[in-house]
């Protein structure tokens, strides 16, 4: 579905197109359905969120007609950073957006949230320094969005995800990270309980909402929407699931009880200082900081986002539907990148020629010199251009 307002181009600043929700925005709007929207996605060394100059500068030079925040420090990320990224980065987009009279769209998380079943948007944790950065980060930037709202008119609308997951995210973090751990064979018993619930979202749903919320900002200004799959999910159900479909040995089903997960972690603790201190680089997953959701069930209410006017391209969509194409994706590319062994149990790709370039280079070079006949650009170069250009090269060095 196109953006309402088709009469003249816009023009949208994307940031943090690198992640996993950015990405699959970034490649969203590449549809030539879109053909009235220009979204920009500098990189950090174009526009660093967490230097104020950078935002000032940019956006006075582009002035774009809305701005999607993507952008987040790593969970592990020391207070600084936190602070940097994912709070006063945030917010001063928001006052960019705010000072153009530009809609701001901003993705935050349920980290900021207690456990519990069936967890409205006004659910959040009190504020405390004892919140880890990641979550307490994430907690400002919803309460100065509001107070904006509220004092300024800021026209925001706030994503709340749920765990994400979907293909084309080259960082192993949140749920791929336990994904990861799987297929590494790295996770000898669950470190779960058989009674805890998620909920996850689709970030393939998530481009059209975002499409949705910008061509209807009367309804969704100043408002903030849990996104996840309509029925949570049995952390213990599906980590089964994923040693079923790759033909793993391990997770044995044995729930490693929640005391000994945390004394193995404080081992764990230990020996990473231990090593760092002689030299040697080590770290714990950043996820291990909220080793608790493994145990106690978060589950988010959507009935504010079905209420909405936003319908659910996909609603058949779940993660169950969707570790197909996830396990073939992620256990491909990290075959390729020599970050796990070959597992043999995936279908080979047709004319793959890395196992080419592997067992038959002869063979290959014959086929890569073969295809030098035919054209490589779409229309081709005129011999008599190139050959032109050259001279004038020659005449001019000489």
Request: glycine share 6%.
């Amino acid at each position: 579905m196109a953006m309402a307002d088709s009469r003249s181009k816009k023009t949208g600043v994307l940031i943090g197109g690198s992640g996993l929700i950015g990405g699959t925005l970034l490649h969203y709007f590449k549809n030539p359905e879109f053909d009235n929207v220009n979204l920009l996605a500098p990189n950090s060394k174009k526009l660093s969120i967490r230097v104020p100059e950078d935002i000032r500068s940019y956006f006075e030079q582009v002035k774009p007609d809305f701005i999607v925040n993507c952008a987040i420090a790593s969970i592990d990320s020391d207070p600084l950073m936190a602070f940097e990224v994912n709070f006063m980065g945030a917010v001063n987009l928001a006052r960019a957006a705010n000072e153009l009279g530009i809609p701001y769209i901003h993705f935050s998380s349920a980290a900021l949230m207690p456990s519990g079943r069936d967890l409205r948007e006004e659910s959040r944790l009190p504020l405390s320094a004892d919140l880890p950065n990641y979550a307490k980060g994430k907690l400002l930037t919803e309460l100065t969005l509001e107070h904006m709202h509220r004092t300024r008119n800021l026209d925001f609308t706030c994503i709340r995800l749920a765990v994400v997951y979907g293909a084309h995210d080259h960082k192993i973090q949140g749920f791929h990270r336990l994904f990861f751990s799987i297929v590494d064979r790295e996770m000898p018993i669950m470190l779960t309980s058989p009674a805890s619930v998620h909920s996850y979202t689709n970030a393939k749903k998530l481009p059209a909402f975002v499409t949705h919320a910008l061509a209807n900002r009367g309804e969704f200004s100043g408002q903030t929407y849990n996104f996840a799959d309509p029925e949570p999910v049995p952390l213990a159900r599906l980590i089964l699931a994923i040693k079923s479909m790759i033909g793993a040995k391990i997770p044995l089903e044995i729930y490693l009880p929640r005391p000994l997960a945390k004394f193995a972690i404080s081992c764990l603790s230990r020996l990473v200082r231990m090593a760092t201190r002689i030299g040697i680089e080590a770290r714990l997953p950043g996820e291990l900081l909220f080793l608790e959701n493994f145990y106690e069930s978060q589950t988010l209410s959507i009935e504010k986002l079905k209420r909405s006017s936003f319908v659910d391209p996909d609603p058949d969509a779940t993660i169950y539907t969707e570790l197909p194409e996830l396990i073939r994706y992620y256990v491909s590319r990290w075959e390729h990148l020599n970050m796990i062994k070959q597992s043999g149990r995936l279908p080979a790709e047709p004319n793959d020629r890395g196992e080419e370039f592997l067992r038959s280079p002869e063979t290959l070079l014959r086929s890569v010199l073969s295809e030098q006949e035919g054209a490589f650009l779409p229309q081709g170069i005129p011999r008599a251009a190139s050959e032109s250009f050259g001279s004038a090269d020659r005449s001019r060095s000489g």
